[in-house]
Nanobody, 126 residues
């Protein structure tokens, strides 16, 4: 069991960059696959990216591909989401989620992740 905690959200302008982070106090967090999701008011939670536990293989939603990069530092127990060329439609609460076992074909489903953080707000002004 792990409890992810996000940090690093904020208010930025269109075209800016921002990085959000996810960690957990449990050292076993480094053994979990981690996904990033986002949810805007009135909309469903949306898959953004995920990264595997050991190999560091990353996968992205088409909407963020080439703009966002997910990475992890296993020694530091951290997962990062670097967001570049931000657009107003990227405005949302961003959530970090952990899965002990993540099936490739189900990686975009929120239900595939067991442990969720409280979220961090990212707002992109026009």
């Amino acid at each position: 069991q792990v409890q992810p905690v996000e940090s690093g959200g904020g208010l930025v302008r269109t075209g800016d960059s921002l990085s959000v982070s996810c960690t957990a106090s449990e050292r076993t967090f480094s053994n979990y696959a981690v996904g990033w999701f986002r949810q805007a008011p009135g909309r469903e939670r949306e898959f953004v990216a995920c990264i595997s536990a050991t190999s560091g293989t990353a996968y992205y939603a088409d909407s963020v591909k080439a703009r966002f990069t997910v990475s992890r530092d296993r020694a530091a127990n951290m997962v990062y989401l670097e967001m570049n060329s931000l657009e107003p439609q990227d405005t949302a609460t961003y959530y970090c989620a952990a899965a002990s076992t993540l099936l490739y074909r189900q990686r975009e489903r929120p239900s595939s992740y067991t442990y969720w953080g409280q979220g961090t707000q990212v707002t992109v002004s026009a």
